[in-house]
């Protein structure tokens, strides 16, 4: 199971609205995954100089603030810290790699359970993933009222590994790359030590984190994103709907055996997907919309080529 | 004419109202604000005149026996599925694994067919308007297939007895599916079909493709394999 939606809008006057278009679609899917969501959402995007990172804590109480300063004092940088629940948007002046390595050196506890979790980086995405109905997810890291250009989110079903936020999508693997994906990959193992010999990192042994790192690993190396993923239907084995954001784009890109479901609409003002329509009907203009399956083994774009 | 409005009764609602009349009853309904749900005039069980105003999700019309059922927009996966008499028709365009192994009835699809359009089907009728996706026609066993437009790969792979008619092009054709004569018992059922599906199109641009039946008799030559 699983549901995956994204909505990109293509009129500018709409960004207020982009937090309550997505709401219900989200909340749609939330029957094809009742046990845990995860949103990214592009908006506010930091300066040339700057890297925004979205980090994690299983620790309501983890003081952000405090991690903040001391940030600030070791390397000398600039650090605003905003707390969304569970979460932190940090925007720093540092290089993205030296913070890295700050928050890894930084834990003294070994224990999975008390790490922070860098969900995501780049200029302008933020991600937010947490255990639970998607509804009260949402609702937690309050993006009803969020206005920015375009989100992605995934409801998941826990069906072969434990409901954790660490395995919920979306999974960023590089600037302001994010991935989600219904279905799964079969030679996942071999595509992540072949990365990780190029120097790409993981976080999990999760398969979709593959996917979207092998996107990353090959803008990385100069490919469009278009480019990307036509090496990508040629490489990924498995059965997969993705959809995809970068900083200004939005794609959407099925298998050549295309089980997974996925739908997609457009009008003048949005394109959304969603793995059911049900979760696109409740936007305005659905109804005259222009709605299709995207075709096996196709690539979809807007925004950038 | 009775209105249903699934955004106030939902698909509970519509379903049950529908199940729950005598099975001669030919009263029409009417169902607004279908929203994409699914499983919306499943199993529905008496000579009904159903119309839905928007696009349905998932299964719409399964096991339907006797209704016809029109939808005025696209619809999901599995849409007739195991249909066993009646009608559906679709002005839209319909995804994944449209008439799934159907036993009967008439359904009509007047926009494009997803992929396994048919997959299984047991002796229903599909006409479809535009073109169908791939693996359409896998393992089908009795019944018509009429395809307006193009088919994708894998055309009727594994069949057995459907007959598959197809005006534009083939990608390519599945296992044991072979084209075979248009004899003029062919012609006048695609002809019949056509008449009733009310699609404009001229039977003699058709082309006929069926089983080869190597794949599905026993043959002494293949023992070994055993």
Redesign the interface.
Known sequence: MCGIVGLYLKNSELQAQLGSMFQPMLAEMSSRGPDSAGVAIYRNPVDSGQTKFSLAHNDPDFSWETLGTELAATLQCSVSIKTVGTHCILVTDAKEAKVVRWLKNSQSAPDVQAEIRIVGSGHSIEIFKEVGPPEKVYEQFNLGHASGTHMIGHTRMATESAVTTAGSHPFATGADLCLVHNGSLSNHNILRRNMEREGIRFQTENDTEVAGAYLTWKLRSGATLRQALEDGIRELDGFYTFCIGTQNGFAVVRDPIACKHAVLAETDEWVAMATEFRAIANLRGSENAEIWEPEPSTIYIWGEE | MEILDLEKIGVRGVNSTLHDLPQDSRQNFEIQNP????SIACGLDAPLIVEIK??V??YCGGMNKFAKITVNG?A??GLAENMISGNIRVT??A??SAGATAHGGLLVIEGNA??RCGISMKGVDIVVGGSV??MSGFMAQSGNLVICGDAGEALGDSIYETKIFVRGEVSGLGADCIEKEMTPEHFSKLSELLVSSGLKADPADFRRYGSARKLYNFDIDNADAY
Request: zero cysteines; proline letters at 0%.
């Open positions: 929203q994409g749900q699914h928007g696009h999700g998932f696209h999901g996966v839209g365009n995804s994944e997803s992929s996706g791939h």
